[in-house]
């Protein structure tokens, strides 16, 4: 069973928005540091986001500050990633991950091998 499945994404013109969703199974994701990360093509994955319910900390990347944002519902075990004001510059496939550490650091949020378990992608498209 795949600890997370992704839905969302698809084609969207500059200016809009796109809400990415990652339902975990089996995984307390609550107690655990939980990224968002995206790889364009010919490029290496990059953390755009990491949250932690246990200090309430977030680190978000330069590049998509002030744009996109991270929510989860415990309830419904689902992550969710808010992504507005898209560029083409963000067309990627975008990744959630939860990571086997229980916080973000500054150290930690945007390398891949810290983190345990990977949705499956979702892919984003921003063009006119």
């Known amino acids: 069973q795949v600890p997370l499945v992704q839905s969302g994404g698809g084609s969207v013109q500059p200016g809009g928005s796109l809400r990415l969703s990652c339902t975990a199974s089996?995984?307390?994701?609550?107690?655990?540091?939980v990224g968002w990360f995206r790889q364009a093509p010919g490029k290496e994955r990059e953390g755009i986001l990491c949250?932690?319910?246990?200090?309430?900390?977030?680190y978000v990347a330069t590049s998509v500050k002030d744009r996109f944002t991270a929510s989860r519902d415990s309830t419904k075990m689902t992550l969710f990633l808010q992504m507005n004001n898209l560029t083409p510059e963000d067309t990627a496939t975008y990744y959630c991950?939860?990571?086997?550490?229980?916080?973000?650091?500054?150290?930690?949020?945007?390398?891949?091998?810290?983190?345990?378990?990977w949705g499956q992608g979702t892919q984003v498209a921003v063009s006119s």
């Open positions: 991950a939860v990571s086997h550490y229980s916080h973000c650091s500054q150290d930690m949020w945007t390398q891949v091998d810290k983190y345990k378990y």
């Open positions: 089996g995984l307390r994701f609550n107690v655990a540091a």
């Open positions: 949250n932690s319910d246990f200090d309430d900390t977030t």
